[in-house]
């Protein structure tokens, strides 16, 4: 776990803050009852256990970058002014294992020139991007960065796992921060990160690393897929996201009586609610799309505000925690208070 978080009082350089939002869905849907006729599951299971009713999956040929470049290009229509000057990308299913994604996502952008790299913290890439959008421009690297995360999740699932197929799905969010003052709308608040590696095989790709590769032992056909013990990876979840969020309430001076709305990582709706009745966030205040996103890894927190803030459930000077949770393992928090930001 991280140490104490930076205050905000106190913080060098300017703070990053949200001046634009977009998403991305692609458009195929896959129904529980999709998954019934070719799994041994039913959609009461599904509904019951993960809270999902339908998922969006992207179509043979589309990879991540296809993603991110359209919820990249809603966030730059919805923020307007200057192109950023660095994009980062959360991901954990990029184009390729080398070079890194963001470039050509940049490139599709127009952006060609500017810095551009990928971040892997599965899904709390957001978190982490947010922490590193951050860094760049409180240390005067960039005014302005492009923040996506995306996931085709699908693409490393097992089609023959039932446990994860029914959960995980691909979607892309977008944020662009600016350099501005602490304490106006949109400024992010004292960030919480933290890890625990003696963990990494709760969620992992056994294959196609280091590892594997220099074993001289070649890759099952399985080992190239995701996998994840869910009942241990359920219990960390809510303690890391419960715990981070009250150090981030914290840090930022509030109580959790403050919080207005809980935009918690989407990984399954019995998660958030026992995070949420843990932290003492009524159900009204928690923001919620699993029901027809699920599990979108990285793109999770930035698809459910611009989703929220689309449908009216999230208004600006709304006092936001935002929390995630994933393969590392690896966990975050943060606020804000929301700004007036149209999603593109
Ligand atoms: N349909 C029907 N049965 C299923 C099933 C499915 N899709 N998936 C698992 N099962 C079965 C199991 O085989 C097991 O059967 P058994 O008792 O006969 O052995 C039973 O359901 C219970 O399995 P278990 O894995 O203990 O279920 P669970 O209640 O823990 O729910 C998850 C499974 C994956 C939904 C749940 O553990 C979970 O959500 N974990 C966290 C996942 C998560 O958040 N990951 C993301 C972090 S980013």
């Given at each position: 776990m991280s140490g104490t978080p930076p205050g905000a009082p106190g913080r060098t350089g300017p703070a990053a803050v949200i001046t634009g939002i977009g998403s991305?869905?692609?458009p195929?849907?896959?129904?529980?009852e999709d998954l019934s006729a070719r799994l041994d599951t039913s959609d009461e299971w599904i509904r019951s256990r993960t809270g999902i009713a339908t998922r969006h999956m992207v179509s043979p040929g589309t990879a991540t970058?296809?993603?991110a470049a359209e919820a990249g290009a809603g966030a730059l229509d919805s923020a307007g002014g200057p192109r950023p000057d660095a994009l980062v990308l959360a991901t954990t299913t990029p184009d390729r294992p080398c070079p890194a994604t963001a470039p050509e996502v940049a490139a599709r952008l127009g952006l060609t020139g500017i810095a551009a790299f990928d971040i892997s913290a599965v899904c709390t890439g957001f978190l982490y991007g947010l922490a590193t959008a951050g860094g760049l421009i409180a240390s005067g690297v960039?005014?302005?960065?492009?923040?996506?995360?995306a996931?085709?999740?699908t693409t490393i699932i097992d089609p023959l796992d039932r446990g994860t197929s029914v959960i995980f799905a691909d979607g892309a969010g977008a944020m662009?921060?600016?350099?501005?003052?602490h304490d106006e709308p949109g400024a992010i608040g004292p960030t919480v990160l933290g890890s625990d590696g003696t963990l990494s095989d709760l969620i992992e790709v056994p294959a196609g690393g280091s590892r594997q590769r220099s074993s001289g032992i070649a890759a099952g056909p399985e080992d190239g897929w995701f996998r994840m013990r869910g009942r241990e990876t359920y219990r960390h979840a809510v303690d890391r996201m419960t715990t981070a969020s009250r150090q981030a309430v914290a840090a930022a001076g509030w109580?959790?009586?403050d919080v207005d709305r809980l935009a918690a990582h989407q990984a399954n709706a019995r998660i958030l609610s026992t995070v949420a009745q843990e932290l003492g966030i009524p159900a009204e205040r928690r923001l919620s799309n699993i029901e027809y996103v699920g599990n979108t890894g990285a793109a999770s927190v930035p698809l459910l505000l611009a989703h929220s803030a689309a449908e009216g459930f999230l208004l600006p000077g709304h006092r936001v925690l935002l929390t995630a949770f994933g393969g590392g393992l690896a966990w975050g928090a943060s606020?804000?208070?929301?700004?007036?930001?149209k999603p593109g």
């Open positions: 991305h869905l692609p195929d849907v896959v129904t529980n970058s296809d993603l960039a005014e302005r960065v492009l923040l996506i995360a996931d085709a999740f662009v921060l600016r350099a501005g003052a109580t959790t009586e606020t804000v208070v929301w700004p007036d930001v």
